[in-house]
Each structure stands twice: as structure tokens, then as C-alpha cells.
């Protein structure tokens, strides 16, 4: 009897990570029409400092312009992962990784000192993606973005 009660605890335990994603805290509020939208960074280096995702509505003069984003969510780099509640449509989503947790994209003159990237891992060779490279939809039903963080040192 001893084994069925430790088999039922360990399968309790592995449904706890499941149920702490369905509980996450989420930039907005369910319900009145908006979706879920997740975004993730991949491919980090460490996990040091912070990485903020920034969310742009669909309108290429204000994707990464001063003062245009949406909303934004800075989590630890330990757990890259955020979530939205939004109305579904197209936006346009930038990522860094702010590893000295100043809440400043660093950079030298020429190159980025910390990672970045952005959804649809929209190509960056030569200044800053377009906005149709990075724009996306969110589905009613909901859409996970996971962006490659790039790093150019």
C-alpha cells in the first residue's frame, strides 16, 4: 500500500507544473473578448537579470518608436515567459535580455551588449526589422510566440 500512496504523490507532483501555467499571472484581464497571448524567449545564454517582453499594436509608426508600445512585462531570465490578455488582432513583439536588470537596452556604438529579438524571428542582418517581419496574430483561441533571443557579442 506504501508504493500506490507514493505513486499517487508523485503523480500529484507532476501535475503541479501544469496547473501553476494555467494559474499564471497575465498582463490584463480574461474575459470581454481578449486572447491569451504567450510569448517565450528561447536559446538565452544564462539566466541572469530580467527579460522584457514589449508588445506594439498593429501600426508600423509606433513599432519601436518612444512612448508607442502597448503594454510591456519584464520577467526573470530564470523563467523567460509572459502572458497577455488582448484583444485578438495583429501586434508586433520585441524581447531583450536585460541582464544587468538596469531597465535599459544596452549597447555600444555599433552592436547590441545585451539580447534581443523579436516575433516571427524577424531577420535583424542590417538595422532594425520592419514591422510586417514582426507582426503576428493572436488568435481568439489564443497564440504562443516564442522568439530566439540573439546575442552579438
Known amino acids: 500500500m506504501k508504493t500506490v500512496v507514493s ?3 508523485g503523480a ?3 501535475l503541479m507544473p501544469v496547473s501553476a501555467q494555467a494559474a499564471e499571472a497575465c498582463e490584463g484581464a ?8 504567450i510569448v517565450e524567449a528561447t536559446a538565452m545564454h544564462n ?4 527579460v522584457a517582453f514589449t508588445v506594439y499594436p498593429d501600426d508600423k509608426k ?3 518608436a518612444k ?6 512585462a519584464r520577467v526573470a531570465a530564470s523563467s523567460p515567459r509572459a502572458c497577455f490578455w ?3 488582432g495583429h501586434y508586433a513583439v520585441a524581447q531583450y535580455h536585460d541582464e544587468n536588470s538596469d531597465h535599459d537596452f544596452n549597447r555600444t556604438l555599433f552592436a547590441p551588449k545585451e539580447g534581443f529579438g523579436f516575433s516571427n524571428d524577424a531577420p535583424t542582418s542590417i538595422g532594425l526589422p520592419s514591422f510586417e517581419a514582426a507582426r503576428t496574430a493572436l488568435a481568439p483561441s489564443g497564440t504562443v510566440v516564442r522568439m530566439k533571443m540573439r546575442y552579438r557579442r
Open 7 to 9: 505513486l499517487g504523490l
Open 12 to 14: 500529484a507532483a507532476l
Open 30 to 37: 480574461p474575459g470581454g473578448g481578449n486572447a491569451k497571448l
Open 47 to 50: 539566466a541572469v537579470g530580467e
Open 62 to 64: 509606433r513599432f519601436l
Open 67 to 72: 512612448g508607442g508600445k502597448l503594454v510591456r
Open 86 to 88: 488582448l484583444k485578438p
